[in-house]
Antibody, heavy 121, light 107 residues
């Protein structure tokens, strides 16, 4: 059974840092692109970042470029999101998602339960 | 960034109704579109990918269509468990962008 379990969320002051983790199991982690998607309280979904299977390609939404870093450890079956210079508008539930593919089609087929990050003084 | 506009933003319907949700892209995205269902306090769930391909395990009452800029999600006969919020997502180009969501409520 595919499982994605996020951790590391919490309350942090604006300007602070936080590192999110996502532990993957039930599939060959190193075969998949992985992503982070967030959802501000009461709002819609926003894609945040992607990372290729070997970590050689990383892509971010403009609003987090230069502040967030996505990374992975395939030996530990883990995905990470280092968040620096946090702002109030980064407050959200952060989901880890597996990016599957079928031919040229891609999609997020498995999601974690999410971890809440609150940037507030 | 490509903007995805969903309509309606909310919808009231009854069990057994046929429901259609639309998503319009600000530029052509071929068929690089998925539909996701989200229930309160839960993670999103993939329903449809590549505009019209049904994800494994998703009931056949869900269907998707469209290409280019205009897409639809149809639920042929609403069931009680279908009341949720639905999002479209374009994966044609970065940044991937979601529609603002359609909240489907019980009439």
């Amino acid at each position: 059974e595919v499982q994605l379990v996020e951790s590391g969320g919490g309350l942090v002051q604006p300007g602070g840092s936080l590192r999110l983790s996502c532990a993957a199991s039930g599939f060959t982690f190193s075969n998949y692109w992985m992503s982070w998607v967030r959802q501000a309280p009461g709002k819609g979904l926003e894609w945040v970042a992607n990372i290729k299977q070997d970590g050689s390609e990383k892509t971010y939404v403009d609003s987090v470029k230069g502040r967030f870093t996505i990374s992975r450890d395939n030996a530990q079956n883990s995905l990470y999101l280092q968040m620096n210079s946090l702002r109030a508008e980064d407050t959200a539930v952060y989901y880890c998602a597996r990016r599957g593919n079928s031919g040229n089609s891609i999609y997020f087929d498995y999601w974690g339960q999410g971890t809440l990050v609150t940037a507030s003084s | 960034a490509i903007q995805m506009t969903q309509s309606p933003s909310s919808l009231s319907a009854s069990v057994g109704d046929r429901v259609t949700i639309t998503c319009r892209a600000s530029q052509g995205i071929r068929n690089d579109l998925g539909w996701y269902q989200q229930k309160p306090g839960k993670a999103p769930k993939l329903l449809i990918y590549a505009a019209s391909s049904l994800q494994s395990g998703v009931p056949s009452r869900f269907s998707g269509s469209g290409s280019g800029t205009d897409f639809t999600l149809t639920i042929s006969s609403l069931q009680p468990e279908d009341f949720a919020t639905y999002y479209c997502l374009q994966d044609y180009t970065y940044p991937y962008t979601f529609g603002q969501g359609t909240k489907l409520e019980i009439k």
